[in-house]
């Protein structure tokens, strides 16, 4: 299967990601498996695990980030900051716990990414292999030293061994572009040799000049996307500065939530904030965009609840309270949408004009888009020989129009 083939395959699926602490009470692989058949039945295609590698338990603040310390948590388990990467915590589980999830997954159609968290390392990691080291990096933690062939030949046993030996289908790299990319390439091709479809996906807003059209990466997180979402949701930016910050590449993954951005809104969310119609409206752009639609745990439920990868088990969880039928039938819908509409991830993308608080764009010139983030009620004409194709619960529609109130948002196919 080469590159194309799969970012197809990939671009019509949903990325659901699951951060372990957040998703059940308990935080553990084995309750978080009992949820997968819910999961599946909004058109998952893809779960994507939070790091799974032993935490450090060092209490040390010196090799601790400020965003620790500002949660005020006081638990020194970050799970990016690994003292073994050849382990599972045993917070989550064990290694046949792994292997359950995975199996469960793989029976009902969802394939399943992890992380591999290989710029740094925490300090038990740092005392215990020093030889692996250089010295503190970015975050206060240590760095790991590429520049020898030891430390590139344990990391490349970990992604071995997780691919291989527990049939994993796809890693997220933290913080890739820090890691040199040739050992990406080393660590990547005897894996592909095995599974020809198996998917590497970068966290950061850029490809190297070597990573073009090398095909070692399949996707890239784009996290700056997720936040000016966000914030376009929120209002505190404008169409026009979602736009600009858009890069045009079926590469990217389209989200506006995520582990790190609900751990940073603490008790702000964007749920917590704003009506439910304002997230839909982003699920919508989402689904409806180029790239690969992604779905931070707890969505489905309109989360607000803070969430924290600083937290204990059962600290802050996803609050289920609440029923939402109407949420769980949208994500379903687009995903089935997507799934079976290519344009939707093989098509040109297009920004049309836009002013004020309507953002409109296009995808091949068939299905066009229109989303109104503005107080007044917005027209949207559907001409001739075209028909409504989707649009949300408040959009009210005419003889040969739909009217859209703040956070509406329809789409218009040329027959």
Request: aromatic share 12%.
């Amino acid at each position: 299967m080469n590159g194309l083939e799969k970012i197809d395959r990939l671009g019509g699926s949903t990325i659901y990601q699951i951060f372990l602490r957040a998703f059940t009470p308990e935080g553990t692989l084995a309750a978080a498996e009992k949820r997968l058949p819910e999961i599946a039945a909004l058109g998952v295609k893809v779960i994507y695990l939070c790091s799974l590698s032993k935490a450090d338990p060092d209490e040390n603040q010196e090799f601790w980030t400020p965003r620790q310390k500002k949660s005020g948590c006081n638990n020194p388990r970050n799970p990016y900051r690994i003292s073994d990467y050849t382990t599972v915590d045993p917070e989550y589980g064990t290694e046949e716990d792994l292997k359950s999830f995975f199996n469960t997954a793989h029976k009902l159609g969802l394939k399943v990414f992890m992380d591999m968290v290989f710029y740094h390392a925490g300090p038990t990691f740092a005392k215990e292999h020093p030889e692996f080291v250089d010295g503190i990096g970015d975050w206060s933690f240590p760095k790991l030293n590429y520049n020898l062939p030891e430390l590139r030949n344990y990391m490349k046993e970990v992604m071995r061994h997780f691919a291989i030996d527990l049939e994993i289908d796809g890693f997220r790299c933290d913080v890739s572009d820090y890691v040199p990319f040739d050992f990406w390439q080393e660590a990547t091709e005897p894996i592909r040799k095995l599974k020809p479809d198996f998917i590497m996906f970068a966290e950061g807003d850029t490809r190297t000049e070597q990573d073009q059209g090398s095909g070692i990466f399949d996707l890239n997180y784009h996290c700056s996307w997720g936040r000016l979402a966000r914030d376009l949701a929120l209002g505190t930016k404008t169409p026009a500065e979602l736009v600009a910050g858009w890069r045009g590449d079926a590469k990217f993954s389209r989200l506006f939530d995520n582990h790190d951005i609900a751990n940073d809104d603490m008790d702000h969310r964007l749920e917590a904030q704003k009506p439910p119609e304002a997230a839909e409206t982003l699920l919508f752009l989402h689904f409806m965009m180029d790239g690969v639609p992604f779905l931070y745990n707890g969505v489905e439920y309109c989360d607000s609840a803070r969430h924290s990868i600083y937290s204990f088990p059962g600290q802050f969880v996803i609050d289920r309270t609440k029923e939402t039928p109407e949420r769980k039938e949208l994500i379903r819908n687009l995903a089935e949408l997507r799934w079976n509409e290519p344009i939707l991830y093989q098509g040109n993308m297009v920004w049309d004009e836009y002013s004020g608080d309507v953002l409109k764009f296009n995808r091949d010139g068939k299905i066009f888009c229109t989303i109104n983030l503005g107080k007044e009620i917005t027209e949207v004409q559907v001409p001739a020989g075209s028909e409504l194709f989707f649009k949300s619960k408040n959009a009210k529609q005419t003889d040969a129009a739909v009217q859209l109130p703040q956070y509406g948002f329809a789409a218009i196919k040329i027959k």
